[in-house]
């Protein structure tokens, strides 16, 4: 501190600064930085001297004072205004033909280093060095290149160093410098074949000089470029490994994300990466953290120790995480199936908390990834839902059908929402959709019951001649015949489709089909014809859960109503038949169907509740009237899609009627719910019954 004491002298502080010139500044302030010092207010008074004699400096006083400054992390004000940085940057951009190429490139590494972005100096730089690269050394270049990367003044320097670089050969540079230039290219989005395919070869040849630095800088550039270089990656993967203690912290990161980007998903190195990431949790930023498990959430293999380790250090800092590192976390444990309620609940509130609104398009991801984890917080599905509504420009068809997907999943029937999205997805919109995107569609609005005619139409005109998964197949069908969306020739054309990949059905979609083309009374000889479904629903019997089991009974009861040749073997079809009538007998009664009934009895007409027929059914209650019996069927809210029935309703109805051949009505909750009095409800029972009073 003997520097600032002398400063501060007011009898002698004149003198000081006479005696100071730009030398020993320098010298000062390189000193003190090689020491590691930190010290603001000693930094602040050699800016102070440095500034009334600025103009008196040479070029290399300027590069060594601001490489200097750089290196301790200092940029001292001037006034209110400006810093020293400011200052240099005005008089070096006058003397600039004056600079070597080793004062240009200290210079702006300077500048790079502390991330304080000059106004003119980086074009003016690069201007003047236009025509000199051929006298700068190979690690000069490097640096110079390094350090215009961060804030680019143009593309033409870049071209201008790449033709340089390449004609000298990439022999003249160092396995750091060769790291350093591909760090630096991708860092402005250069992806110019010929300088790649030289910085590769230098790369493969120069590989066993590798240390962490090297390896993290070069896979992350070619994923950033987007090169995927089966024998680069290999190499630096065999580097990496061997030198797993080396990488930093952010090398790690870089390391994983760059590897998971491009496809290469070594367990040996990514088994690495986690054993050492795991012992350091703690020293991670929180983007490095970020990237981590971004990285970890592209792979196959499950890293279980790695995630717990970080949902319990994002747990303990979750305020200090960006709001976008956060989205991307919670979407990423959600990709891997790594679901912790607390940590996602926790999550929720910070996001909720925050009360902001950057990274529109994320919101839809963090829907997804809680529809995808089963867990709907209220606050956090308002938040979302309210700002969507109000800003339903960000909507597009890269998210409509995942939003619709997400918030059907949550239970959110948020109708005004709902029919917003219907409205983005006109004819025009659904031709950008892809088959995943329309099955996903037609799911969500069948889940979350809003049968929107017109948006179903055009899903079919839209999924004819499509190719789908067996699930997208499964969920389509099942959507459109759960709405009561019954377009033949929808099903009709999905039928050649279903028989195509009927080995890749799951039992569920099996299940499903059969109901949907049940439902939809569609008899697909193409599917249905040749015993092909019923072998292959004989293959899973043991796998079917009990709605399965009771949607294979509706189908096959229809089957055989129709006459069909093929059917569910004896024992098969009893085993449906009897979990559905179990199902049935579990039926609670209703506040509803019991007032009824009640008025029925009060009637005289002594219903009989809940009576199985032959086909399966239980009917809510029968009663006998001039010898004929007649079903009567008391259905809530559940049964309807709006007002009209939904697939499973006039399922029901059709095969009672037409199987069971009894007579059925129905009852509708709106109606019923408008009756005040005892005699209004009488009334009721006697028009629908078609009793004479």
Same mark, same amino acid.
């Given at each position: 501190?003997?520097?600032?004491?002398?400063?501060?002298?007011?009898?002698?502080?004149?003198?000081?600064?006479?005696?100071?010139?730009?030398?020993?500044?320098?010298?000062?302030?390189?000193?003190?930085?090689?020491?590691?010092?930190?010290?603001?207010?000693?930094?602040?008074?050699?800016?102070?001297?440095?500034?009334?004699?600025? @103009?008196?400096?040479?070029?290399?006083?300027?590069?060594?004072?601001?490489?200097?400054?750089?290196?301790?992390?200092?940029?001292?004000?001037?006034?209110?205004?400006?810093?020293?940085?400011?200052?240099?940057?005005?008089?070096?951009?006058?003397?600039?033909?004056?600079?070597?190429?080793?004062?240009?490139?200290?210079?702006?590494?300077?500048?790079?280093?502390?991330?304080?972005?000059?106004?003119?100096?980086?074009?003016?730089?690069?201007?003047?060095? *236009?025509?000199?690269?051929?006298?700068?050394?190979?690690?000069?270049?490097?640096?110079?290149?390094?350090?215009?990367?961060?804030?680019?003044?143009?593309?033409?320097?870049?071209?201008?160093?790449?033709?340089?670089?390449?004609?000298?050969?990439?022999?003249?540079?160092?396995?750091?410098?060769?790291?350093?230039?591909?760090?630096?290219?991708?860092?402005?989005?250069?992806?110019?074949?010929?300088?790649?395919?030289?910085?590769?070869?230098?790369?493969?040849?120069?590989?066993?000089?590798?240390?962490?630095?090297?390896?993290?800088?070069?896979?992350?550039?070619?994923?950033?470029?987007?090169?995927?270089?089966?024998?680069?990656?290999?190499?630096?993967?065999?580097?990496?490994?061997?030198?797993?203690?080396?990488?930093?912290?952010?090398?790690?990161?870089?390391?994983?994300?760059?590897?998971?980007?491009?496809?290469?998903?070594?367990?040996?190195?990514?088994?690495?990466?986690?054993?050492?990431?795991?012992?350091?949790?703690?020293?991670?930023?929180?983007?490095?953290?970020?990237?981590?498990?971004?990285?970890?959430?592209?792979?196959?293999?499950?890293?279980?120790?790695? !995630?717990?380790?970080?949902?319990?250090?994002?747990?303990?800092?979750?305020?200090?995480?960006?709001?976008?590192?956060?989205?991307?976390?919670? +979407?990423?444990?959600?990709?891997?199936?790594?679901?912790?309620?607390?940590? $996602?609940?926790?999550?929720?509130?910070?996001?909720?908390?925050?009360?902001?609104?950057?990274?529109?398009?994320?919101?839809?991801?963090?829907?997804?990834?809680?529809?995808?984890?089963?867990?709907?917080?209220?606050?956090?599905?308002?938040? +979302?839902?309210?700002?969507?509504?109000?800003? $339903?420009?960000?909507?597009?068809?890269?998210?409509?059908?995942?939003?619709?997907?997400?918030?059907?999943?949550?239970?959110?029937?948020?109708?005004?929402?709902?029919?917003?999205?219907?409205?983005?997805?006109?004819? *025009?919109?659904?031709?950008?959709?892809?088959?995943?995107?329309?099955?996903?569609?037609?799911? @969500?609005?069948?889940?979350?019951?809003?049968?929107?005619?017109?948006?179903?139409?055009?899903?079919?005109?839209?999924?004819?001649?499509?190719?789908?998964?067996?699930?997208?197949?499964?969920?389509?069908?099942?959507?459109?015949?759960?709405?009561?969306?019954?377009?033949?020739?929808?099903?009709?054309?999905?039928? !050649?489709?279903?028989?195509?990949?009927?080995?890749?059905? *799951?039992?569920?979609?099996?299940?499903?089909?059969?109901?949907?083309?049940?439902?939809?009374?569609?008899?697909?000889?193409?599917?249905?014809?040749?015993?092909?479904?019923?072998?292959?629903?004989?293959?899973?019997?043991?796998?079917?859960?009990?709605?399965?089991?009771?949607?294979?009974?509706?189908?096959?009861?229809?089957?055989?109503?129709?006459?069909?040749?093929?059917?569910?073997?004896?024992?098969?079809?009893?085993?449906?038949?009897?979990?559905?009538?179990?199902?049935?007998?579990?039926?609670?009664?209703?506040?509803?169907?019991?007032?009824?009934?009640?008025?029925?009895?009060?009637?005289?007409?002594?219903?009989?509740?809940?009576?199985?027929?032959?086909?399966?059914?239980?009917?809510?209650?029968?009663?006998?009237?001039?010898?004929?019996?007649?079903?009567?069927?008391?259905?809530?809210?559940?049964?309807?899609?709006?007002?009209?029935?939904?697939?499973?309703?006039?399922?029901?109805?059709?095969?009672?009627?037409?199987?069971?051949?009894?007579?059925?009505?129905?009852?509708?909750?709106?109606?019923?719910?408008?009756?005040?009095?005892?005699?209004?409800?009488?009334?009721?029972?006697?028009?629908?019954?078609?009793?004479?009073?």
């Amino acid at each position: 501190m003997e520097f600032i004491d002398r400063r501060e002298r007011e009898d002698t502080g004149k003198q000081d600064l006479e005696e100071l010139d730009a030398i020993t500044l320098c010298q000062l302030a390189n000193s003190f930085a090689k020491s590691g010092c930190k010290d603001k207010e000693l930094f602040q008074c050699i800016s102070d001297c440095a500034i009334p004699i600025l @103009a008196e400096f040479e070029p290399r006083n300027f590069s060594n004072l601001a490489h200097s400054f750089a290196s301790a992390g200092m940029n001292p004000k001037c006034d209110m205004t400006t810093t020293l940085f400011d200052e240099i940057e005005n008089q070096c951009i006058r003397k600039l033909s004056l600079f070597t190429p080793q004062n240009i490139a200290n210079l702006v590494w300077a500048y790079a280093t502390l991330d304080y972005q000059p106004d003119g100096l980086f074009h003016a730089i690069a201007l003047e060095a *236009n025509g000199r690269l051929g006298e700068y050394s190979p690690q000069h270049l490097c640096n110079f290149a390094w350090g215009l990367s961060k804030y680019p003044p143009s593309t033409e320097i870049f071209d201008k160093i790449a033709m340089e670089v390449v004609a000298r050969g990439f022999d003249s540079f160092t396995p750091q410098g060769v790291a350093t230039l591909a760090h630096s290219f991708a860092a402005v989005g250069y992806k110019e074949s010929y300088f790649w395919d030289g910085i590769e070869k230098a790369a493969i040849q120069k590989s066993s000089q590798f240390g962490g630095i090297e390896c993290a800088r070069l896979s992350h550039s070619f994923a950033t470029v987007g090169r995927s270089s089966s024998e680069l990656f290999e190499v630096i993967k065999r580097e990496s490994i061997g030198n797993i203690g080396m990488f930093t912290l952010q090398g790690l990161s870089n390391l994983a994300w760059s590897f998971s980007l491009m496809g290469h998903h070594s367990k040996d190195l990514f088994h690495a990466i986690a054993e050492q990431s795991t012992s350091r949790i703690k020293e991670f930023k929180t983007q490095e953290l970020t990237m981590l498990v971004l990285a970890y959430s592209r792979l196959d293999h499950s890293y279980r120790k790695l !995630f717990d380790h970080a949902v319990t250090e994002t747990l303990s800092r979750l305020d200090q995480f960006p709001l976008l590192d956060l989205f991307n976390i919670v +979407i990423s444990f959600a990709k891997v199936g790594h679901i912790d309620e607390k940590w $996602m609940l926790a999550v929720a509130d910070e996001i909720v908390r925050r009360n902001s609104y950057e990274h529109e398009k994320m919101h839809t991801g963090v829907l997804w990834a809680y529809a995808t984890a089963g867990i709907s917080p209220p606050k956090l599905v308002h938040f +979302i839902t309210s700002y969507l509504m109000r800003n $339903m420009s960000i909507i597009d068809s890269d998210n409509t059908a995942s939003l619709a997907w997400s918030l059907a999943s949550l239970g959110c029937n948020h109708k005004p929402l709902f029919d917003a999205l219907a409205q983005v997805s006109n004819t *025009n919109e659904l031709r950008k959709f892809n088959s995943q995107q329309l099955a996903n569609m037609a799911w @969500a609005y069948a889940t979350a019951r809003y049968a929107n005619n017109i948006l179903f139409d055009n899903i079919a005109n839209e999924a004819r001649g499509r190719s789908f998964s067996s699930q997208g197949m499964s969920n389509l069908l099942w959507a459109f015949a759960s709405t009561g969306n019954l377009n033949e020739e929808l099903f009709t054309s999905m039928a !050649f489709l279903v028989r195509k990949s009927i080995d890749s059905f *799951n039992c569920q979609a099996l299940s499903n089909v059969a109901w949907a083309y049940t439902v939809a009374n569609v008899d697909a000889e193409c599917l249905f014809g040749d015993g092909l479904y019923v072998n292959k629903c004989i293959e899973k019997m043991d796998e079917f859960d009990s709605e399965g089991l009771c949607q294979l009974h509706q189908w096959n009861v229809w089957r055989r109503n129709i006459g069909a040749t093929y059917v569910l073997p004896q024992s098969f079809a009893q085993h449906c038949q009897n979990t559905l009538a179990e199902k049935s007998a579990e039926k609670n009664i209703s506040k509803l169907q019991s007032d009824v009934v009640s008025k029925l009895t009060a009637m005289g007409l002594a219903p009989h509740e809940e009576v199985h027929t032959k086909s399966g059914y239980s009917v809510d209650a029968i009663v006998e009237i001039n010898s004929e019996k007649i079903g009567i069927e008391v259905d809530g809210p559940c049964h309807f899609i709006g007002r009209d029935p939904d697939g499973a309703m006039m399922l029901k109805q059709r095969q009672i009627t037409t199987i069971d051949m009894l007579q059925l009505i129905s009852i509708p909750y709106w109606e019923w719910n408008e009756l005040k009095t005892h005699e209004d409800k009488h009334q009721y029972l006697r028009s629908k019954l078609q009793i004479n009073t």
